[in-house]
């Protein structure tokens, strides 16, 4: 699950659900869920969230000149 979501960068989709994961990995919306808890202790908001923070980290080290509204707008 994390691959997919890194490998295709799911995390950057506005509108990002549970059931959009669960589709690309041919399962159900409990199992996502579930694993989700179980890898990081959290629901999946919060780890779609980390992955939109760490990315607008990785901007921000990689273009210093970006204003940081264009950091959270190519982040979310």
């Known amino acids: 699950m ?3 979501i890194e490998e295709k960068n799911l995390f950057l989709r506005k509108d990002l659900r549970v059931a959009d ?11 996502v869920s579930v694993l989700v ?7 999946f908001a919060t780890m ?18 970006m204003v940081h509204a264009d950091v959270a707008e190519a982040s979310t």
């Open 2 to 4: 994390q691959h997919l």
């Open 21 to 31: 994961i669960a589709s690309e990995l041919a399962t159900n919306q409990t199992y």
């Open 37 to 43: 808890n179980n890898l990081t202790g959290d629901n």
């Open 48 to 65: 779609i969230g980390g992955y939109r923070i760490r990315y607008a980290q990785k901007l921000m080290r990689e273009h210093p000149e």
